[in-house]
């Protein structure tokens, strides 16, 4: 329930976290495969709108925030280049399964290189992407542009979405919980399509 809990109140988990926790979540998030059950998108934007109302530092957040998703991914590139195909072949656990790798890979087929920046934006897809880019030995150099581009499209586009609402909209704290569940839906709706699909295609 906690993490549920989190998960929709961000606010509180960035208030006890403070500008260290966001930045350390984001990496954990995109460089670990074990943190894929972190609410990326939702922490971003809700920790944009407390730099708004002078909570933490906004201009810290732009540039940790953004290092880390390049740290993160650059980490899990390693991760699946070093490992490689043994991560097909390993059993899951509490904090691995195999389909979300699977996923990431099909999606990477479908997207190619765009996989780098679009996963950005899906949960699960955001933290297992890298891992599969080293696993197909895309070019390193070719992964950091990709990176790079779309670790600042997600970081800095997320937290000014959050800084601009809190600076703009009057008594904007109201408007906070309603936007995290949004981002949380539209998030989803990816996994959604694609559980669909398999349904109807087993159908």
């Known amino acids: 329930m906690e993490f549920f809990h989190a998960l929709l109140e961000p606010q509180a988990l960035i208030m006890t976290l403070g500008t260290l926790g966001v930045i350390g979540i984001i990496f954990v998030e995109t460089g670990l495969f074990f943190g894929f059950f972190f609410p990326g998108d939702s922490l971003l934007f809700t920790a944009g709108f407390l730099a708004s109302q002078g909570y933490i530092s906004f201009s810290w957040l732009l540039v940790g925030t953004f290092l880390a998703a390049i740290i ?6 390693a991760f699946g280049k070093k490992i ?8 899951d656990s509490v ?3 195999k ?3 699977t996923t990431a890979q099909h999606f990477y087929e479908k997207h190619g290189r765009k996989t780098i920046i ?3 934006f899906i949960p699960i897809i955001r933290t297992f992407a890298p891992i599969v880019a080293g696993v197909g030995a895309m070019p390193y150099g070719t992964f950091v542009l990709f990176n790079i581009i779309g670790a600042f499209i997600w970081t800095w586009g997320m937290l000014w979405l959050g800084y601009g ?5 009057p008594n904007p704290d109201r408007y906070v919980l ?5 981002i949380i839906l539209v998030s989803a709706v990816p996994t959604f399509i694609k559980l669909c699909r398999e349904y109807l295609a087993r159908s």
């Open 84 to 91: 490689g195909p043994a991560l097909f072949s390993r059993e």
């Open 99 to 101: 389909k979300h790798i």
């Open 72 to 77: 993160g991914d650059s980490v899990g590139y």
């Open 165 to 169: 609402l809190g600076a703009l909209i």
């Open 118 to 120: 679009l996963a950005r």
């Open 178 to 182: 309603p936007i995290v569940i949004a």
């Open 95 to 97: 904090i691995f399964n």
